[in-house]
């Protein structure tokens, strides 16, 4: 688990203006990761961190006399175009480059290192300037399904006989996904095509997709992996995660529904998922742990599962909300309309519970591997993570400021994510934005 050191302290401030804003979502305490290079550029992407409203620039930041030992070895790492090399150099030297870069920022390095503040600025590109690729090469992607109250509603609504899966309380759940169509912020997709048996036909037919839906999720990246037939252990988990971004698994419940069972999602899951350009690291939510239980009358987790420090901080509240912006709101500039809000606080099984059963069977994880936590829903109707959830299957379709209804997304339809962390005596954080848009169905023709 990670510690709360002088990097969290809730007065640091930057001699960066921008930083210090109220609400930013990137102040010094925060300096999460990404890949990026100046938009519409032929430059090389490489790795930089958000600070106020700028990217400071790892390759740039390498090349000067800014940083010596670990640090520099770090931030050379984060030159590559992707961070899976930085990844692997594991715990320590995630830390010492957070440890770096927060004393580079802070306000008294004026005072301390006037060069080394010059040297930094010049380091600096304003995020309104650049455009994100995928942070890493994303090795394996596994899904989970680990909210119950998302598992409750959806089990509701999907399953032939409405039943949670007897497994669901014992197992942290998860399928493969597909790597290829993960995109970054911004991504478009096609409305997917697939099989579906509609209400009231016996034999299915294939056409575009009639139940689109967005799954509110974090991306949980892996730093440093496990060798084959290595277990990590629950005390350890966390030292195996390198941070978290947003991320929105993209679903098509009617060909879902049809083809689940026995093996999973495939053609409901596989054309999109979004993940937001900067990942959080666990470092930087070190003080936003909180206790992790499990009620009284459910059942305990079994013995590699649990542990009396997990008892103690194995949960983490992120605030999250999504947004809504349809074709109408865009062209009458209005801006993305909430439509839920929740906390992964609320989530079942813990990000460490999950990395611990990935592994539980011998698998070996690796840098820059990908898991989503599933579905985010609360206990509250309001707090759904899915479209589907809110709307019931379309049985009490989303009322819009406009006038205009969801039961499942249209073309057009833009979904925004926002996460944050708050707690008082600290400086809230946040995670940025994930966006992607809906685009129409291929034609017969094209298709
Ligand atoms: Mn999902």
Redesign the pocket.
């Known amino acids: 688990m990670r510690t709360i050191d002088r990097t969290h302290d809730a007065a640091a401030t930057s001699w960066l203006a921008s930083a210090n804003t109220v609400g930013t979502d990137f102040p010094i305490q925060n300096l999460p990761f990404s890949v990026f290079r100046r938009a519409v550029s032929r430059e090389a992407l490489r790795g930089g961190v958000a600070i106020g409203g700028e990217v400071l620039d790892l390759a740039a930041l390498g090349r000067t006399q800014c940083l010596d030992g670990l640090a520099l070895q770090a931030a050379r790492a984060c030159a590559a175009p992707v961070l899976n090399d930085f990844f692997a150099l594991g715990p320590a030297a995630w830390r010492t480059l957070r440890g770096a870069l927060f004393d580079l920022l802070h306000e008294g390095a004026v005072a301390r290192s006037p060069s080394n503040v010059e040297a930094v600025r010049d380091c600096l590109v304003p995020q309104s300037d650049v455009e994100h690729a995928l942070p890493v090469r994303i090795g394996d992607y596994t ?3 680990t909210s119950i109250h998302h598992a409750r509603t959806i089990s509701r609504l999907l399953s032939p006989n409405g039943e949670v899966p007897r497994n669901f309380q014992w197992v942290p759940t998860a399928y493969h996904g597909r790597v290829s169509s993960i995109g970054v912020a911004g991504q478009q997709f096609r409305r997917p095509y697939g099989q579906a048996l509609r209400d009231g036909s016996s034999t299915p037919e294939y056409g575009p997709c009639r139940q689109l839906d967005y ?1 509110l ?1 974090l991306g949980i990246y892996v730093g440093a992996g496990n060798a084959l037939g290595e277990r990590i252990a629950l005390s350890r988990a966390e030292d195996h995660v390198f941070g978290i971004s947003l991320l929105n ?1 993209w ?1 098509a419940r009617d060909i879902q529904a049809w083809e689940m069972a026995p093996l999973g ?1 495939f053609h409901a ?1 596989n054309f999109a998922t979004t993940v937001s350009p900067w990942i959080v690291t666990m470092d930087a939510l070190a003080p936003y742990r909180q206790p992790w239980s499990r009620p009284a009358a459910d059942p305990q987790p079994l013995p590699y599962l649990e542990s009396e420090s997990h008892r103690a901080e194995g949960a983490l509240d992120i605030r999250l909300e999504v947004s809504i912006e349809t074709r109408r709101m865009r062209d009458a500039r209005v801006p993305p309309e909430p439509m839920s809000r929740t906390t992964f606080h609320h989530h079942y099984w813990s990000i460490a519970q999950m990395v611990t059963h990935h592994t539980a069977g011998g698998c070996n994880l690796q840098p820059g591997d990908l898991l ?1 936590s ?2 985010i829903s609360g206990p509250e109707p309001a707090e759904a993570g899915a479209l589907m959830e809110l709307a019931l299957a379309g049985r009490k379709p989303v009322q819009l400021g406009n006038g205009e209804r969801r039961s499942f997304l249209e073309d057009g339809d833009a979904i925004f994510f926002r996460g944050w962390c708050e707690r008082e005596g600290f400086r809230r954080i946040g995670f940025g934005v994930n966006h992607g848009m809906v685009l129409p169905a291929l034609s017969e023709a094209e298709a």
């Open positions: 899904d989970f399904y799954e999720e698994d679903s999602p899951k989503g599933g579905t």
